[in-house]
């Protein structure tokens, strides 16, 4: 058995892990609590979170980024702009 590492405060995709999660599963791996951007919390494995598979709540999420396009100056500087074109 490895050693646990604290995953509380990290990102993976769009969700944030809010704390470790008393029980564990069938393969004594750890869960975590975790919160994604659109609101709804779930349980994950933390070999699923590290390894990439959940990146989201799941196929129901409502979270959509939001739209902006970016545009490149002379100096190769991105500079972010809106639908209307207008810079913020």
């Known amino acids: 058995m490895g050693r646990l590492i604290d995953?509380?405060?990290h990102q993976?995709?769009?969700?944030?892990?809010?704390?470790?999660?008393?029980?564990t599963d069938e393969t004594r791996s750890s869960l975590w609590h975790c919160e994604c951007r659109c609101g709804e919390f779930i349980i994950?494995?933390?070999t699923?979170?590290?390894?990439?598979?959940?990146r989201r709540c799941g196929?129901?999420?409502?979270?959509?980024?939001?739209?902006?396009?970016?545009?490149?100056?002379?100096?190769g500087q991105a500079a972010e702009t809106?639908?209307?074109g207008k810079t913020r």
């Open 7 to 9: 995953l509380t405060g």
């Open 82 to 84: 809106t639908r209307f």
């Open 48 to 54: 699923d979170l590290t390894g990439g598979q959940k």
């Open 12 to 23: 993976f995709g769009i969700l944030t892990v809010r704390e470790r999660a008393e029980q």
């Open 44 to 46: 994950a494995r933390s």
């Open 59 to 75: 196929p129901g999420c409502k979270y959509s980024p939001p739209k902006t396009r970016f545009t490149f100056t002379t100096m």
